[in-house]
């Protein structure tokens, strides 16, 4: 059972605008910042976000995150069929003293 | 350009060790943490423990202290992690990844297939 709780499917159309959700708990999300990844069949995770709402270069900026207490968000503006993937969570566990990923969302783009 | 090339896949029997090795190029190896992340088929992502190759210091989660093991040669830009006591539990797609404090991890391996089979 992962630490990071996310659901495990969400869907959208081309255009919309898409919010996955990340839920955690004061010694993870609640205290620090929390990263994004995304990542196709087959092929490594790719960061999409780190600390919290920073894009890394290349990174287009159709893709956001945001948090608010124990919560994060990452939002997928004007969908696209290549954004068709697994997306991931993960923030450091002051408990744990690790870092702790959610259990993925796939995104359908119907 | 960055690259993080990890060794082939590996087939253990139950109870053997996997030592997968993760080589660096395009940065200063020892400037950049290595997180080992690991992928069951079907599953999501499970961090595995991070080693700074600036010193060697290493942490991992309760669940594999014990069990892994990481080391570096800065020599060769190169960092190693063995999993010891192999079930068919760690059958897995091994990651490493690079990652500067507070960055996130910007760079990843492209995976070593780990398959425990007897």
């Known amino acids: 059972q992962s630490m990071l709780t996310q659901p495990p499917s969400a869907s959208g159309t081309p255009g919309q605008r898409v919010t996955l959700s990340c839920s955690g708990s004061s010694s993870n999300l609640g205290s620090g910042s929390v990263n994004w990844y995304q990542q196709f069949p087959g092929t490594a995770p790719k960061l999409l976000i780190y600390n919290t709402n920073q894009r890394p270069s290349g990174v287009p900026d159709r893709f956001s995150g945001s948090k608010s207490g124990t919560s994060a968000s990452l939002a997928i503006s004007g969908l696209q069929s290549e954004d068709e993937a697994d997306y991931y969570c993960a923030a450091w566990d002051d408990i744990l003293n690790g870092l702790v990923f959610g259990g993925g969302t796939k995104l359908t783009v119907l | 350009q960055v690259q993080l090339v990890q060794s082939g896949a590996e087939v253990k029997k139950p109870g053997a060790s996997v030592k997968v090795s993760c080589t660096a190029s395009?940065?200063?190896?020892?400037?950049?943490?290595i997180h080992w992340v690991r992928q069951a088929p079907g599953q999501g992502l499970e961090w595995m423990g991070r080693i700074n190759p600036n010193g060697g210091d290493t942490n991992s989660p309760p669940k594999f202290q014990g069990r892994v093991t990481m080391t570096r040669d800065t020599s060769i830009s190169t960092a190693y992690m063995e999993l010891s006591r192999l079930t068919s539990d760690d059958t897995a797609v091994y990651y490493c990844?690079?990652?500067?404090?507070?960055?996130?991890?910007?760079?990843w391996g492209r995976g070593t297939q780990v398959t425990v089979s007897s």
């Open positions: 395009g940065y200063t190896f020892t400037a950049y943490t």
């Open positions: 990844a690079r990652e500067r404090s507070g960055t996130g991890e910007d760079s």
